[in-house]
Structure formats: structure tokens, C-alpha cells
């Protein structure tokens, strides 16, 4: 059973920046792939970056491309998310996910139903 907390996130003002933090605990954390998604007021949750944790490929939303970068730690077992010149657009709740089981693919990495494993979120309020 894995088990995704992430943190960091705050209230920040517009062009500030923020690192979220995603730290996964179990037996034995391998995923294939991590992802941040994130759910705006009034909208659907959306993708926002993956990473693939063997080889570190890295995936971006439009809204994220420039101004985010994901990361992780393997041996810290914890993923991040660094979001610099923020917007009040990138105000909603972040999530992390992981892909654990089953099969490897960038492609589906955008996709939420790829994912097996979810955070209960980080919320990040951006301020004008």
C-alpha cells in the first residue's frame, strides 16, 4: 500500500514562488511514473507535470511549461514540483499521484486514470 503526502503548499503572491513536496511511504515505493495534477475553483482537475522515476523523463502541461519543474529524489522517495512566476490562474488544490502496477507508458502520463495512487492534495492560493 502506498501512501502520497504532499506539502507546501501556501499562500503566496502573484510572481512568487513555491516548491511542493510529494513524499510516498510503503514497503517498497518502484513507481513507474509521478504526476501533479491540480483542481482550480470551480473546474476539473487537470494535469500539470509527470516524471518517470527510472529515467527522469519529464512531461509538462502548456500552463507549466517555463515556469515549473519536476523533480524527484529516489532515495528520498518524494517527488517535487517547484512553480516560479506564479499566476492567479495556478490558484487550486495540487495532487500527487503515482503509477505503481501494471505498465510503463509517457503517452498515458497525462491522463489521470493511469495513475493507481493519489495524495488528499495541497492547496495553493495565489494572491494579487
Known amino acids: 500500500q502506498v501512501q502520497l503526502v504532499e506539502s507546501g503548499g501556501e499562500l503566496v503572491q502573484a510572481g512568487g514562488s513555491l516548491r511542493l513536496s510529494c513524499a510516498a511511504s510503503g514497503r517498497t515505493f518502484s513507481p513507474y511514473t509521478m504526476g501533479w495534477f491540480r483542481q482550480g475553483p470551480g473546474k476539473e482537475r487537470e494535469f500539470v507535470a509527470a516524471i518517470s522515476w527510472s529515467f527522469a523523463s519529464t512531461y509538462y502541461a502548456d500552463s507549466a511549461k517555463d515556469r515549473f519543474t519536476i523533480s524527484r529524489d529516489n532515495a528520498k522517495n518524494t517527488m517535487y514540483l517547484q512553480m516560479n512566476s506564479l499566476k492567479l490562474e495556478d490558484t487550486a488544490v495540487y495532487y500527487c499521484?503515482?503509477?505503481?502496477?501494471?505498465?510503463?507508458?509517457?503517452?498515458?502520463?497525462?491522463?489521470?486514470?493511469?495513475?493507481?495512487?493519489w495524495g488528499q492534495g495541497t492547496q495553493v492560493t495565489v494572491s494579487a
Open positions: 499521484a503515482a503509477k505503481t502496477s501494471g505498465r510503463y507508458s509517457s503517452v498515458r502520463s497525462y491522463s489521470q486514470n493511469y495513475y493507481d495512487s
